[in-house]
């Protein structure tokens, strides 16, 4: 069987006219309020999510978002984004007023304060990063908000920005890992001084534990797998290991909870008509009751029910439930 990443999607070149940017407000009132700015508004989406990042590749017609003081303290986001201007008219304010981003630019913005923008026949790629990976790119990231990283300085994030909107759908989950260290090793490289390169030296701790979530995933369908096996693997103390794990609560939960992401994504993918018994088997639990009580405990229902729900949705229903659920992976 040929497993599939979900994607997001949205085009309101497919909805009525009279539904189209009610749907694409919709989609974005977890965080930003959206309004037309035009007679011909226009906005198509697809969106891949990587690790602890997602991106989107979008094109957009007289529309605007913001997020005021207001949705900065109600609706909590912590994540940065990265937006790579391809074409068209795009304007943005950090609070000091707007500007253009120009074509080959990339805007930083700060989801914890206030930010507003416009878009006119703009093809944008939009990468959302948590924020502990910008940290791991330049300490005290706060004071990027609104900083542009201009065309000659950002060239090589540029092109791996575009290369990977473009391909998501190939990536394996345990490419993201290391498709996450190349992301911000090159923003250490277009954000430092062309003298202070020291910006660019890695941190070993992370790669360690990058690696480390790598061989995860690649075992994951391994009935057997367990914390043991990465101390085997990558010659560590228990001390360490779990140390390394403690922000996801130790290796064994992340373990766990990896395999009820996995199988969410199952699930949801209407080629994929394995009964919960040998999806369960397939992604290493010990058994169908296990794997229904863990699901029922993490997402608030039983696999059953959210694959009814995921399969019975419609498409703008589908691309809201995935755009609020990636919202977990950045922070």
Known sequence: MTITRPGLGFDSAGLATGEAFDAYRALYSVGAEVRETGPAFAARMTGWRLDRAVVYDRRLNDVAHERDARLVRTAAMEHFTLTLVLAGEFHADAGDGFRQVCPGEIL??????????????????????????????????????????????????????????????????????????ITIDLLRIALAERDDMEMVRHDPRAERVDRMRAYIEEHLTDAGFAPPALIDRFALSRATLYRDFERWGGPAHYIRQRRLERLRDRLQDPADRRALAELASALGFSGENVASAAFLETFGMRPGQYRRMAREESEEARSRRRFDEWQSVLR
């Open 108 to 181: 930083i913005l700060d989801m914890t304060r206030p930010m507003r923008n416009r878009a006119g026949g703009a093809h944008v790629v939009t990468l959302s990063v948590a924020r502990e990976r910008m940290a791991q790119a330049r300490p005290r990231p706060r004071r990027l908000h609104g900083a542009v990283i201009d065309a000659e300085r950002g060239v090589l994030l540029a092109d791996h920005m575009r290369s990977i909107a473009l391909r998501g759908a190939l990536l394996t989950p345990a490419m993201l890992m290391p498709v996450s260290r």
